[in-house]
C-alpha cells in the first residue's frame, strides 16, 4: 500500500490525503474538468475560434500545467469504485504504464506553458498538439467510454 501511494504520489507537491475513496474520485474528476476547461480556452486560441491574446494564453497555460500535476494522487489503492466513474481497472492493474501516461500529460502541459509565456502562437500550437495527444492516449487507455 505505501509503496503504491508513494508510485502515484511522487510528483507532488504536497501529499494529497482523502478521507473516503469518494473524495479522492471527486477530487481527480474536479482537477481534470478544471484542466479540460482552460486547455479548452487555449484551444480555442489555436484554433482561431477567439482572437489570440498572449497574456490570456499563457494564464490558462499555466492553469493546466498546475492541474496537470493533481489528479495522480487521487487514483490510490480503492479508489476504483465509491463515486462514479470512468476509470477503467487497468490503472490499478498496469501503475507503471498509468504513471508514465500522468507523467507524460505532466511533461507536455509543462512545455506548453513554456511555449505559451513565450507568446509565439506557432510554438503555443505545437505544445497544445503535444499536449491533447497526451490526454487523448491516456483517456484510451485507461477512461471508459
Ligand atoms: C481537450 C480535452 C481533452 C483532450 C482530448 C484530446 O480539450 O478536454 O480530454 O483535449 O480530447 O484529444
Redesign the pocket.
Known amino acids: 500500500m505505501a509503496s503504491v501511494a508513494l508510485l502515484l504520489g511522487a510528483s507532488l507537491p504536497a501529499q494529497a490525503q482523502f478521507a473516503k475513496p469518494e473524495d479522492s474520485i471527486r477530487y481527480r474528476q474536479s482537477a481534470l474538468f478544471v484542466m ?1 476547461q482552460h ?2 480556452r487555449v ?1 480555442a486560441m489555436v484554433n482561431g475560434r477567439i482572437p489570440f491574446d498572449a497574456k490570456a494564453a499563457a494564464e490558462n497555460a499555466e492553469v493546466v500545467a498546475a492541474m496537470a500535476k493533481l489528479p495522480w494522487a487521487g487514483f490510490g489503492p480503492g479508489t476504483d469504485k465509491g463515486a462514479p466513474t470512468k476509470a477503467k481497472a487497468e490503472i490499478w492493474t498496469e501503475q507503471a504504464k498509468f504513471r508514465e501516461a500522468g507523467e507524460k500529460a505532466m511533461a507536455e502541459t509543462a512545455k506548453l506553458a513554456a511555449a505559451a509565456k513565450t507568446g509565439n502562437l506557432d510554438a503555443i500550437k505545437a505544445a497544445f498538439g503535444a499536449t ?2 497526451s ?2 492516449a491516456c ?1 484510451d487507455a485507461y477512461r471508459a467510454q
Open positions: 479540460g486547455f479548452q484551444g491533447a495527444g490526454c487523448k483517456h
